[in-house]
């Protein structure tokens, strides 16, 4: 038998590329990680997690009653142990579109709606989508959620980022996005309410992003799992509000404000009300990608009974 430390197996990461990839996926998250992890576990002064997203992890936070009693329901009616459907539960995809048409001047029904394995599958998906359309790119914002721009890389989709802007309440420069934008330029993300920011955008800028994001013949990517977690005197305004000028694909997720982030429960939502995306092919491409993943688990899906 030949020497083990010899050996060649064609399963073998290669080394240079695999630091490669690491810089470009790991980034924030596993940094913030690496940081806790080194703290000298004997120093007494209690750590602040600056990188923690989760408000579940503190015993001030907890969620309503009501939403544990329809876990617990679901498990005992023993209705959902069984395999949920491709794009969700009925009942559960029409429990998110009435929520979201609360705040929406035309109606979402079932059929837009998608559930996910949290926010964060929501992301992949439509992502996902956007390399089916060749060398396209996208634009972020800078401060942003840095997992949109390590799943980009990580499927080669060009990235280019816009500023925020600190002295106009990190709203979007527009101006920069314009500039930025080209032939191949797919959709913008906007994240709001803010993370890291913390900013609420108001119904003037947004209909500007609108109105810019039509200009440039790209679709708006709504990141809006913070929805109505709003601090200060603007109030927030969903994207949708105006997808009749621009098509604007929502998502979000019942994580941070029922307090449940372990829950994964999300959703990708197409509001679209002149058919854009149905036509370019987009819906359709959404749904070959939801075609071959796991989804979230059945019992998890009544969380539709108390958004």
């Known amino acids: 038998m030949e020497n083990e430390a010899e050996k060649r197996w064609g399963f073998e990461v290669k080394k240079e590329l695999n630091r490669a990839r690491e810089a ?67 009942l559960a995809r029409r429990a998110v579109a009435e929520y979201l048409n609360r705040d929406l001047p035309y109606k ?40 949109y721009e390590s799943f980009a890389k990580r499927n080669h989709i060009e990235v280019r980022h816009f500023d925020l802007l600190p002295e106009r309440g990190w709203e ?47 679709l708006v990517i709504a990141d809006e799992v913070y929805g109505h977690l709003a601090f ?12 009749s000028i621009v098509p604007v694909i929502t998502l979000g997720s019942i994580s941070k404000r029922w307090i449940v982030p372990g829950w994964r429960f999300g959703w990708l939502a197409t509001n679209d009300p002149n058919g854009v995306l149905q036509k370019s092919g987009i819906v359709g491409s959404i749904k070959a990608c939801l075609g071959v993943r796991s989804g979230p688990s059945t019992l998890i899906q009544v969380c539709e009974m108390f958004l």
């Open 108 to 147: 979402l029904s079932a059929d837009d709606i998608y559930i996910t394995l949290g926010c964060m599958e929501a992301v992949e998906i439509i992502l996902t989508v956007i390399t089916r359309l060749g060398a396209a790119n996208i634009l972020l914002p800078r401060p942003g959620w840095p997992f």
């Open 232 to 243: 200060g005197s603007t109030p927030y305004i969903p994207m949708g509000v105006f997808g």
């Open 24 to 90: 470009e996926v790991a980034a924030l998250r596993y940094a913030s990680v690496s940081l806790m992890e080194s703290v000298d576990k004997n120093d007494p002064r209690p750590v602040i997690p600056l990188g923690h997203g989760d408000p579940a992890a503190f015993p001030c936070f907890r969620t309503a009653a009501v939403a544990e009693d329809a876990i617990v329901d679901s498990v005992r009616s023993s209705m959902f142990n069984c395999y949920a459907p491709m794009f969700g539960l009925p």
């Open 172 to 218: 979007v420069d527009l101006e920069a996005v314009e500039a930025l934008a080209d032939e191949n330029t797919a959709a913008i993300v906007i994240i709001n309410p803010c993370n890291p920011c913390g900013n609420v955008l108001t119904y003037q800028h947004l209909q500007k992003i609108a109105e810019t994001a039509r200009k440039l013949g790209i």
